[in-house]
């Protein structure tokens, strides 16, 4: 019994020396509250844009190049632009051989201009027109006619003979009448040679009109 109250005393007496170094830890007097915490700093905006640099925000503007225009190509030779006369020496001929008529075109105007392909040729007389056919032996080719550029046009015909020819028929010529190609204006010119057989009912025709040619 002795030994058991020994060891409670001694338990009992562990204890309080433990608790007694307990209390001298703790802080002597009141314990001063804890400062609340101050506002957060304000945090400047990050701003999306970047500064512009005064130079380049006064620096002009350059303009936008302009689009360099396509070079027009060379337009068609117009009736106004031509002038039209039958040259001379287109009439002659040896005899019962086929004739020619020359024409000669000349650019009248201040700018180049093409002609590729037949003209229209008319021949009128007292009120009668005879439309001439296209040769089929010659190709045509493009004209390039500068401003006092010429190029020419051939008429193959039969002439007339006198009456003593037989079975030939005059057509008296008494203008003719020209239509560049690819245009509805036309020239007006008289025609030079002796007159020619009429043929218009001839199913081989051999008074027809040639392309038109440089001249070289």
């Given at each position: ?14 204890l ?104 229209g040729?008319?021949?009128v ?22 401003p006092?550029?010429t ?8 002439p ?9 028929s ?29 043929h ?5 025709p ?11």
């Amino acid at each position: 019994m002795r030994v058991r109250q020994l060891s409670v005393a001694a338990v009992v007496a562990a204890l309080g020396v433990s608790l007694a170094a307990c209390a001298d830890d703790r802080p002597s007097g009141p314990v001063a509250p804890a400062a609340p915490a101050g506002p957060a700093a304000p945090v400047a905006p990050v701003s999306a844009e970047l500064p512009v640099s005064p130079v380049l925000a006064n620096a002009p503007s350059t303009p936008a190049t302009p689009a360099t225009p396509a070079t027009k190509g060379t337009r068609p030779c117009a009736a106004a632009d031509l002038r039209a006369t039958v040259a001379a020496g287109s009439v002659v001929s040896a005899a019962d051989r086929p004739a020619v008529e020359r024409i000669e075109l000349a650019n009248r105007s201040a700018a180049t201009c093409t002609m590729q392909g037949f003209p229209g040729v008319d021949l009128v007389s007292d009120g009668t027109t005879w439309s001439l056919p296209r040769s089929r032996s010659t190709q045509a080719r493009q004209v390039t006619l500068p401003p006092g550029g010429t190029a020419y046009v051939l008429i193959d015909y039969q002439p007339y003979r006198g009456r003593g020819q037989r079975g030939q028929s005059e057509f008296k010529v008494t203008s003719m009448v020209l239509t560049p190609p690819n245009d509805t204006g036309s020239l007006t010119v008289h025609w030079e040679g002796a007159n020619p057989q009429d043929h218009r009912t001839t199913t081989q025709p051999d008074t027809q009109v040639r392309p038109v040619t440089a001249t070289r």
